[in-house]
């Protein structure tokens, strides 16, 4: 005898019930899985938006900070490297190339960041449209940026919050000079896709600093002249190989400055907050034992509600095969549409959590169904296989008068 024409109709039947049922379930693999995910996405977008930084110098202090706010660009007071040793390590031949980084200034609440060419050729792997900036007044913007090639703009004194200063009401104050836009970088996944970048020498001449070479002379980047080169909060160093790095960080680990790899200050934040991911891990086990409780007592509503068809087949003399398969297969397809809905839920709400953590970092997250997310979605619906089967084995197991008392 084939079952499926009697769990068709109960489903039609009770179907409010058994929709109940499967978005309980889907609600807790849903959880679940954008929880694990989650957090897999956010260190693999943290590491892609470290990846093209090589080493970083910057005055003695926290390596995490100075990650933070060369990487990630996020606005931190710091101190200056000494002027010296500035223009020392900026015309350090040891790299392949070396770039300062100079901050203070917005457009549009985006950073205005003073560099070199040859860090935004880096950085963007070549550029997207128009060409690297040539003169002072020239700027390249990251891939996200709102400004065109073409565009005209005045940057900020002060970094930009809904055009406003952090900590103030007071309009920020634009400085004089009118800066073209002449290219747009590739996308690198980080924060700077929404940069403005700039040559250095125009940030230190906004602040009424040096520029890094003699009044007269008219090229950008280096070499610099230790004559004219202010301190700087820090620098991004491009290396040809692994030794060529460590014997860097080596020189310019001492009183005066701190040299980093950031994916290896990375992997120590990671480190710290393994708390972290123990407490989502943890979030996500309670997450399903209450899934598994809820599916128990759900499984125990339905089979209440099936009794009467349990009361009716005995009564006509339905084999006990046949009433377990009835019964086992009612409940095992809800559970397994339940446990893919959840999957597919939990991916949606991934992808919305990671929309949401990206507009607000600039870090590229792009979350993804890995094998511990397969993992846990199939042991949740072994489980829940099984305990359809507990129910489904009793009540083929009672005798007709106790299956009537109990209806």
């Known amino acids: 005898m084939n079952p499926i024409p009697l769990i068709r109709a109960a489903l039609v039947r009770h179907r409010f019930s058994a929709l109940a049922f499967v978005f309980l379930v889907a609600a807790g693999v849903s959880l679940s899985v954008a929880v694990v995910s989650q957090e897999r996405a956010l260190k693999q977008g943290s590491t892609l938006a470290a990846d093209r930084f090589d080493l970083i110098v910057a005055p003695p202090g926290s390596r995490t900070d100075a990650l933070l706010s060369g990487v990630f660009l996020r606005p931190s007071s710091s101190q200056l490297l000494a002027p010296a040793?500035?223009?020392?390590?900026?015309?350090?031949?040891?790299?392949?190339?070396?770039?300062?980084?100079?901050f203070g200034d917005s457009v549009g609440g985006a950073q205005v960041v003073g560099v070199t060419a040859a860090l935004v050729e880096h950085l963007s792997g070549g550029l997207a449209a128009g060409r690297l900036f040539a003169a002072p007044?020239?700027?390249?913007?990251?891939?996200?940026?709102?400004?065109?090639?073409?565009?005209?703009?005045?940057?900020?004194?002060?970094?930009?919050?809904?055009?406003e200063r952090a900590g103030s009401s007071d309009l920020l104050d634009a400085h004089s000079v009118t800066i073209t836009v002449v290219g747009r970088m590739k996308p690198t996944g980080?924060?700077?896709?929404?940069?403005?970048?700039?040559?250095?020498?125009?940030?230190?001449?906004?602040?009424?600093?040096?520029?890094?070479?003699d009044p007269s002379a008219q090229h950008l980047g280096p070499p610099f002249e230790a004559a004219y080169t202010p301190g700087i909060p820090m620098a991004v160093l491009q290396v040809s190989d692994l030794a060529a790095a460590y014997k860097l960080r080596s020189a310019y680990n001492n009183k005066e400055s701190m040299a980093f790899f950031p994916a290896e200050t990375l992997v120590q934040l990671y480190q710290l907050f393994g708390d972290i991911r123990k407490l989502m891990s943890l979030l996500a086990l309670v997450t399903q034992a209450l899934l598994l409780l809820s599916i128990m007592a759900s499984v125990l509503?339905?089979?209440?509600l099936l009794l009467p068809q349990f009361v009716?087949?005995?009564?006509?003399g339905a084999p006990r095969s046949y009433l377990f398969g009835f019964a086992w297969g009612f409940t095992s397809l809800l559970v397994g549409l339940g446990v893919l809905l959840g999957l597919a839920g939990g991916y949606a709400l991934s992808f919305g959590i990671s929309a949401?953590?990206?507009?607000?970092?600039?870090?590229?997250?792009?979350?993804?169904?890995?094998?511990?997310?397969?993992?846990?979605?199939?042991?949740?619906l072994a489980v829940g296989l099984l305990l359809a089967s507990l129910p489904a084995w009793h009540l083929q197991r009672l005798s007709l008068a106790s299956a009537i008392k109990l209806n």
Do not use: C
Not at 90 to 97: C, H, K, W
Not at 312 to 316: D, H, K, N, V, Y
């Open 190 to 213: 980080s924060p700077w896709d929404r940069a403005v970048t700039i040559p250095v020498e125009q940030v230190w001449l906004l602040h009424h600093l040096p520029t890094g070479h």
């Open 312 to 316: 009716t087949l005995r009564a006509i």
């Open 85 to 102: 040793l500035s223009a020392a390590l900026l015309n350090d031949s040891r790299a392949v190339s070396v770039s300062p980084l100079a």
């Open 301 to 304: 509503i339905l089979f209440r």
């Open 137 to 163: 007044n020239e700027a390249v913007v990251g891939y996200g940026s709102s400004l065109q090639l073409g565009d005209k703009f005045q940057p900020a004194h002060g970094i930009q919050h809904g055009g």
């Open 356 to 380: 949401w953590l990206s507009q607000q970092t600039g870090v590229s997250l792009q979350p993804a169904l890995g094998a511990h997310e397969l993992l846990m979605a199939s042991a949740i």
